[in-house]
């Protein structure tokens, strides 16, 4: 591995008080990045001030769009340590995308290595109250000065990072969902199983609408059928039907989420019956007719769990739970986010402890 650099920052930062944190406005004093080209790999890991870079107007990710990105949280727990949840499953994601997108793997530990000096270089940055993170954005974008379609030769990776506020400042907040029907978000054989800017740009037409009707987020179906459920806004979606917890399999389409994958893997370990598998918005609206649809919750990195309240499918509405937070979404909350904060002992090694105090 080589030896990362180190340029510091002249004047540093104003470290904001907690009550002054949203999301993704304010970035610590440093930052990473990596450059590849054809022939030398990924090479000169270095750690910079946080700043503006120049890139010339031809740059080719402008125009096409090559370029991934991925987002992670560090905390900081009891006694102060500094810890990133499942940051091996993170980066080894970021390399699934770089697949789909012709983008040369990263190394793995390598990338690690970068975030947790960064880490230990901006710590002071990582808020301390409950519900508060420091939100970690690798990406990776190409770079070569050319405006003809290719795969490009350079890259550059950078990992920025964010001191972010609670998502749940007054307790959850079920939210009200709009099944979409008109737009689609990613069919098999596109890019809905990367983690790319591309999938995010064409789901902002859905969204304002869906906003302009007084909904939260949408729910997507399948491109094909229009049927099958997928996703929910930006997170994967779960299902508690007469106990059973069900979430849409990984067809293609759709992005594995790393919390996905945490909640499967705790129901599990408390002997809740799951399945990954299709599952259309009928069965889901005739499980709520019989009285069988207990919970819906969506799971992401940012709010880890967000209990849906509300589906609204061709004009149909259904409660879910009464518009309240189920047992189950509480659980997993709360069990997640213990083990994230250190009050509920780490049992599955979820957390990756940088080895420093603030
Ligand atoms: C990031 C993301 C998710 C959630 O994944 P997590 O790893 O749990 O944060 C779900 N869907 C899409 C489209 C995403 O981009």
Same mark, same amino acid.
């Given at each position: 591995?080589?030896?990362?650099?180190?340029?510091?920052?002249?004047?540093?930062?104003? !470290?904001? &008080? $907690? %009550?002054?944190? #949203?999301?993704?406005?304010?970035? @610590?004093?440093?930052? =990473?990045?990596?450059?590849?080209?054809?022939?030398?790999?990924?090479?000169?890991?270095?750690?910079?001030?946080?700043?503006?870079?120049?890139?010339?107007?031809?740059?080719?990710?402008?125009?096409?769009?090559?370029?991934?990105?991925?987002?992670?949280?560090?905390?900081?727990?009891?006694?102060?340590?500094?810890?990133?949840?499942?940051?091996?499953?993170?980066?080894?994601?970021?390399?699934?995308?770089?697949?789909?997108?012709?983008?040369?793997?990263?190394?793995?530990?390598?990338?690690?290595?970068?975030?947790?000096?960064?880490?230990?270089?901006?710590?002071?940055?990582?808020?301390?109250?409950?519900?508060?993170?420091?939100?970690?954005?690798?990406?990776? !974008?190409? &770079? $070569? %000065?050319?405006? #003809?379609?290719?795969?490009?030769? @350079?890259?550059?990776? =950078?990992?920025?990072?964010?001191?972010?506020?609670?998502?749940?400042?007054?307790?959850?907040?079920?939210?009200?969902?709009?099944?979409?029907?008109?737009?689609?978000?990613?069919?098999?054989?596109?890019?809905?199983?990367?983690?790319?800017?591309?999938?995010?740009?064409?789901?902002?037409?859905?969204?304002?609408?869906?906003?302009?009707?007084?909904?939260?987020?949408?729910?997507?179906?399948?491109?094909?059928?229009?049927?099958?459920?997928?996703?929910?806004?930006?997170?994967?979606?779960?299902?508690?039907?007469?106990?059973?917890?069900?979430?849409?399999?990984?067809?293609?389409?759709?992005?594995?989420?790393?919390?996905?994958?945490?909640?499967?893997?705790?129901?599990?370990?408390?002997?809740?019956?799951?399945?990954?598998?299709?599952?259309?918005?009928?069965?889901?609206?005739?499980?709520?007719?019989?009285?069988?649809?207990?919970?819906?919750?969506?799971?992401?990195?940012?709010?880890?769990?967000?209990?849906?309240?509300?589906?609204?499918?061709?004009?149909?509405?259904?409660?879910?739970?009464?518009?309240?937070?189920?047992?189950?979404?509480?659980?997993?909350?709360?069990?997640?986010?213990?083990?994230?904060?250190?009050?509920?002992?780490?049992?599955?090694?979820?957390?990756?402890?940088?080895?420093?105090?603030?």
């Amino acid at each position: 591995m080589t030896d990362i650099s180190v340029t510091k920052v002249e004047k540093l930062g104003v !470290i904001p &008080t $907690d %009550d002054q944190l #949203g999301f993704g406005k304010i970035f @610590t004093d440093h930052m =990473f990045v990596m450059d590849y080209a054809t022939g030398k790999g990924w090479h000169s890991p270095r750690i910079v001030p946080y700043g503006d870079f120049a890139f010339a107007p031809a740059t080719i990710v402008f125009h096409y769009g090559q370029a991934i990105f991925e987002g992670m949280k560090a905390f900081r727990a009891k006694d102060n340590q500094i810890a990133v949840f499942r940051a091996r499953h993170y980066l080894n994601r970021f390399n699934r995308s770089a697949s789909h997108l012709c983008i040369p793997p990263i190394d793995v530990e390598e990338v690690r290595s970068g975030l947790f000096k960064l880490l230990e270089l901006d710590k002071k940055w990582i808020p301390g109250k409950l519900g508060t993170s420091l939100y970690i954005r690798p990406f990776i !974008i190409s &770079t $070569d %000065d050319y405006i #003809g379609v290719k795969v490009a030769s @350079t890259y550059k990776l =950078f990992i920025i990072l964010s001191p972010v506020g609670a998502y749940y400042d007054n307790g959850f907040n079920p939210v009200s969902i709009k099944v979409e029907d008109k737009y689609v978000r990613a069919t098999k054989g596109g890019l809905g199983q990367a983690k790319t800017p591309a999938n995010y740009a064409m789901s902002l037409n859905a969204q304002a609408e869906a906003h302009q009707e007084g909904f939260d987020q949408v729910l997507w179906l399948d491109a094909v059928h229009r049927k099958y459920v997928e996703e929910v806004g930006t997170m994967n979606i779960f299902f508690k039907i007469k106990g059973e917890i069900i979430t849409p399999e990984l067809s293609g389409s759709i992005l594995g989420g790393i919390t996905r994958q945490t909640v499967l893997e705790l129901a599990q370990s408390w002997g809740l019956k799951t399945a990954e598998r299709q599952i259309s918005i009928e069965e889901v609206y005739e499980a709520h007719a019989k009285g069988e649809l207990e919970e819906v919750f969506g799971t992401g990195t940012a709010a880890v769990i967000s209990p849906v309240g509300e589906l609204s499918w061709k004009g149909q509405k259904i409660t879910i739970n009464n518009n309240q937070t189920g047992e189950l979404s509480q659980k997993l909350f709360d069990y997640v986010t213990g083990v994230q904060y250190g009050t509920v002992p780490d049992e599955f090694n979820w957390m990756d402890h940088v080895n420093s105090t603030i």
